[in-house]
């Protein structure tokens, strides 16, 4: 059981990437997803996610109109698409699995979560 994410790099301000959350030996599209991140010093912060019930998503407000997150059931993945991305979004990005139909309050919180991939880095800078 594993969860890879991936995409991250060095982008320029107003630019965008697209992580990836892939997952082998289990079946994504049966968990909630949520993206987390975490900049230096800082505290790990929940950033966005999607409920397996109905594919609901939800963002928080310091990314909400700029990221959209999405699944890909066939190729067991879901994606965090990044779009006018500012300095202050420079964090590692963490995704996590969590439990069949978790209402949003419960998704947001990291302790919600199962299984965790390794983080990818997302530098924003000119």
């Known amino acids: 059981v594993q969860l890879q994410a991936s995409g991250g790099g060095l982008v320029q301000p107003g630019g965008s990437v697209r992580l990836s959350c892939a997952a082998s030996?289990?079946?994504?599209?049966?968990?909630?997803v949520g993206w987390f991140r975490q900049a230096p010093g800082k505290e790990r912060e929940w950033v966005s996610c999607i409920s397996n019930i109905n594919d609901s998503t939800y963002y928080s407000d310091s990314v909400k109109g700029r990221f959209t997150l999405s699944r890909d059931n066939a190729q067991n993945t879901v994606y965090l698409q990044m779009n006018s991305l500012k300095p202050e979004d420079t964090a590692v990005y963490y995704c996590a699995a969590g439990r069949s139909g978790m209402i949003v309050t419960t998704m947001k919180q990291r302790r919600s979560y199962d299984f965790w991939g390794q983080g990818t880095q997302v530098t924003v800078s000119s």
């Open positions: 030996g289990f079946t994504l599209g049966h968990y909630a």
